[in-house]
Structure formats: structure tokens, C-alpha cells
């Protein structure tokens, strides 16, 4: 077994993690087990229906951008430098293109941003003409949706335009959210696991007069409908990396509250539901000392690196910047266990992760450049300590 018991014993996991998912969820959660029954025929890998699409994927993946050089391109002295560095990439077709619709510009002067967004869509693309299971790819996309929502609500209710600020690539146009999140409660033209996630967020809204409640609610509505969406296509792969996700963002928020000193009761109203870790765990740690229970996770085979190095950062800098970069370090654990699968939609949904993790991380750069950031911070927002 590795570093994050993945997988052995295929048939031992897939049964912890349907038992732990029910446990968290149980008395707690809108979704309905007795809707449906979770099989014993969790799937993982072997479809023959997407021979080709392995093939073509490990194929293209040698062009992703290594780990290493994230650290020099931290060093560059500018979105130029960036640029040059990252020419055996797909970035680098992207910003010649662009050079090129762009006659008689200056290198200096091309929005790398723009490059980044075009490379997003190529990949939405790509993902969506070799699926063969849309229900669980679709998934990728949602969470832009949910973005879409968020900053439509915050818009309303702050009176400030954001629709140039909208994500492009959900599955519901942008403007549509936009349009409709002001009565959504009457709409019939949002769907409904965006209806109910923007009626909830107004109400706690109206309830706190609190911004940071929007993001709470559509968040966890969020999670929730894709593991509901994981737990029903039986793909141990997915539901084994969005219950992760869900605890890493758990954990971080319990140390969020606890760091800044609120209610166990805003702790409770502010974890999501899903994850392997039970709620009632948090509930249990939360009267503890932050080094007490950094101690305790230190036990913990999944988490320990995560809570260690995470709350270095935290105590090294004051701030929370550093351990949610750790966070796609360890999704990425998860992630690589696809080369253990021969075919199958795990290795798109591998693939879509690993490139969004890659833009991420050059955005990070590039607004770290742009506002002066230092190497040294830049590297330390991307999850990188003392180099």
C-alpha cells in the first residue's frame, strides 16, 4: 500500500469509503440513500470505451509542466521570461498565436491571462469530445456554475458589475445565472441543483447580512451535488478524490476558525458535509490547542503531511496562503494513481485536474509578478518552503 492506501485492496476501500461517505452524511445531509442503493460494482478503470482516449492523453501529458521548473519560472524576471521558459508548452503554441493576432506588438504587451483562458477552453474541449460519460466529466465543469452563482449574488447584493468577471467555461451560460439569480426562487430556467444552492445562499444571507455566507452555502451545495453525482456513477476514482477535496477544505477551515477565534458554532455551520472524516471529529478537536491537534493529525496516515507543513505555514507566515497551496499537492497524490488504470474516464478526469492545477499555479505567478511579489512569496503561494 502507498503513501495514501490507494489501492491494494480495491474492494476494502471502495467499502470504507461508502461507509465513512454514509457516516459523515448521516442525519446531517439532504441527500437520500434510500433514493438509490450503492452497489458492489464500483468501477475502476478497464472500459474499453476509452482505449483511445488513454492513448492520446498519455501521449500529450509528457507536455505538462514539471514541478521543478514552477520554482524558475517563480525566479523569472517577468511574464517575457515566463513566457520563453514555457515554449516547449502548450502555452508556448498559445502565446505565438497571439503574437501573431497581434501584428507589430511587443512581446511585453500580450496578456498572458488571455493565453491562459484559451488553453482552459482547449482542454474543456478536448474532455468533452472524447467522454463517453458526461455525467461524470460534466462534473469538471459545474464548479464554474457555482462561481458564476456566487459572484452573481455578490454583485446584487453589493451593486457591483461583474459581468466581465464571469467564468466562461461552465455548462450554464454565465449571463443566464446572472440574469435569474435575483428571483431564482421563481426561475425556471436555472437548473435545480443551482436553483436550490441560490435560494439557500439568500436566505443566509438575508438571515447575516454576511457575504462570506454566500460562499459558505454555494460551496457546500456545491460539494454536495457532486459527490450525490459521484456516488451514483459508482467511479471509485472520482469519489475517492472529491471526498479528499472536501476534507482538505474541512481542515482548513477548522484551523481558519480556530486561528481567528470564532464559535464552535460557526465551525459547524461552516464544514461540509462528505468528506471521510466524520464532522463530530472536528466537533471533538475543536476545544483543543492548535499544536495539540496538530499532534493528533500527526497519527493520521491520509493527512499528517498536509497538517504539518500546513500549519508551519501558518505559524511562519500568519497567513493561510501556503496551506491551501498544499492542497493540490495532495489531490495530486490521488491524481497520479490513474497510471495504475489500463483505460477509463479516471484518466481524462486525471488529466482535466492536472492541467486547471498547472494554470493555477501560472496564474499565481503571473499576479505574483505583476504586483511585486518577491520569488520567495511567489513560491511559497504555490506550496514551496525555503527554496
Keep these: 500500500m502507498n503513501q495514501i492506501g490507494f489501492p491494494v485492496n480495491v474492494d476494502r476501500e471502495i467499502d470504507l469509503s461508502k461507509e465513512l461517505t454514509k457516516k459523515s452524511l448521516r442525519r446531517d445531509s439532504s441527500l437520500d440513500y434510500n433514493e438509490y442503493i450503492v452497489s458492489d460494482n464500483w468501477k475502476w478503470g478497464d472500459d474499453e470505451r476509452y482505449t483511445f482516449a488513454t492513448g492520446y492523453v498519455r501521449a500529450i501529458e509528457h507536455r505538462l ?15 517575457e521570461e515566463i513566457m520563453t521558459m514555457l515554449g516547449d508548452t502548450d502555452y508556448g503554441k498559445g502565446y505565438q498565436d497571439e503574437l501573431v493576432l497581434m501584428a507589430g506588438a511587443n512581446a511585453g504587451e500580450i496578456n498572458v491571462g488571455q493565453v491562459i483562458r484559451q488553453e482552459a477552453k482547449r482542454v474543456k474541449k478536448f474532455i468533452e469530445d472524447l467522454t463517453r460519460d458526461r455525467d461524470q466529466t460534466d462534473c469538471l465543469f459545474v464548479r464554474d456554475d457555482y462561481v458564476n452563482l456566487k459572484l452573481s449574488l455578490k454583485g446584487m ?6 459581468q466581465d468577471s464571469l467564468a466562461p467555461l461552465g455548462l450554464v451560460d ?10 431564482a426562487e421563481k ?8 436553483k436550490d444552492a441560490a435560494v439557500l445562499a439568500i436566505k443566509a444571507y438575508n438571515e447575516t447580512k454576511n457575504p462570506a455566507e454566500i460562499d459558505r452555502v454555494v460551496d457546500a451545495m456545491m460539494f454536495e451535488y457532486i459527490l450525490d453525482q459521484t456516488m451514483r456513477s459508482e467511479v471509485f476514482f472520482t469519489n475517492k478524490l472529491i471526498m479528499l477535496e472536501i476534507d482538505l477544505t474541512n481542515i482548513i477551515t477548522f484551523f481558519r476558525i480556530k486561528w481567528v477565534g470564532e464559535s464552535l458554532s460557526s465551525l459547524q455551520s461552516a464544514l461540509i458535509r462528505g468528506g471521510r472524516i466524520p464532522l463530530d471529529v472536528y466537533h471533538e478537536f475543536f476545544p483543543r490547542e492548535i499544536d495539540d491537534i496538530e499532534t493528533v493529525f500527526l497519527s493520521d496516515e491520509v493527512y ?3 497538517v504539518s507543513e500546513g500549519v508551519q505555514h501558518l505559524k511562519n507566515e500568519i497567513s493561510f496562503v501556503g496551506m491551501e497551496a498544499l492542497i493540490d499537492r495532495e489531490l495530486m497524490k490521488v491524481i497520479n494513481c490513474e497510471k495504475e488504470v489500463n483505460y477509463g474516464v479516471e484518466v481524462l478526469i486525471a ?7 498547472e494554470m493555477k499555479r501560472l496564474r499565481t505567478i503571473i499576479i505574483g509578478k505583476e504586483n511585486g511579489l518577491s520569488a520567495q512569496q511567489i513560491k511559497a503561494r504555490l506550496g514551496y518552503v525555503g527554496q
Excluded: C, W
Design 65 to 79: 509542466i514539471p514541478n521543478d521548473r514552477f520554482i524558475r519560472l517563480a525566479d523569472a524576471r517577468g511574464t
Design 304 to 306: 499528517s503531511g498536509f
Design 351 to 357: 488529466y482535466y485536474y492536472k492541467k486547471s492545477i
Design 187 to 194: 426561475s425556471e430556467l436555472l437548473p435545480r441543483h443551482l
Design 174 to 183: 454565465p449571463m443566464l445565472i446572472y440574469q435569474e439569480v435575483g428571483d
Design 157 to 162: 447584493y453589493g451593486n457591483v458589475p461583474v
